[in-house]
Nanobody, 125 residues
Framework: QVQLVESGGGSVQAGGSLRLSCAAS????????MGWFRQGPGKEREGVAS?????????SYADSVKGRFTISQDNAKNTVYLQMNSLEPEDTAMYYCAAGPGILSWRRPSDYQYWGQGTQVTVSS
């Protein structure tokens, strides 16, 4: 059974940085994608970034985070990261990682089969 566990959330002032981690276990797919999503208070869930195993597909980002956030993965540790710099109050949300077989994009969250429980990020002005 696939399990995803996020960590690294917290409270930070605007302009600060955080790095989220998502540790995956139980995965048997040879090619898979992982993505980060978020849901702010009173907002719908939105995609943030996605990455495909193997590194042959360029990671993709939502316009709202492009240039500030970086998604990466450590295959040896079965972990995907989201480095978040220049954080803004608008980035305040519960952040979720998700995974699924094949080549997936943050634009289509419904394609992801497995989801973590989330980690809270709060950015104060």
């Amino acid at each position: 059974q696939v399990q995803l566990v996020e960590s690294g959330g917290g409270s930070v002032q605007a302009g600060g940085s955080l790095r989220l981690s998502c540790a995956a276990s139980g995965y048997t797919y040879s090619r898979y994608s992982m993505g980060w999503f978020r849901q702010g208070p009173g907002k719908e869930r939105e995609g943030v970034a996605s990455i495909v195993s193997g590194g042959f597909v360029t990671p993709s980002y939502a316009d709202s985070v492009k240039g500030r956030f970086t998604i990466s993965q450590d295959n040896a540790k079965n972990t995907v990261y989201l480095q978040m710099n220049s954080l803004e109050p608008e980035d305040t949300a519960m952040y979720y990682c998700a995974a699924g077989p094949g080549i997936l994009s943050w634009r289509r969250p419904s394609d992801y089969q497995y989801w973590g429980q989330g980690t809270q990020v709060t950015v104060s002005s």
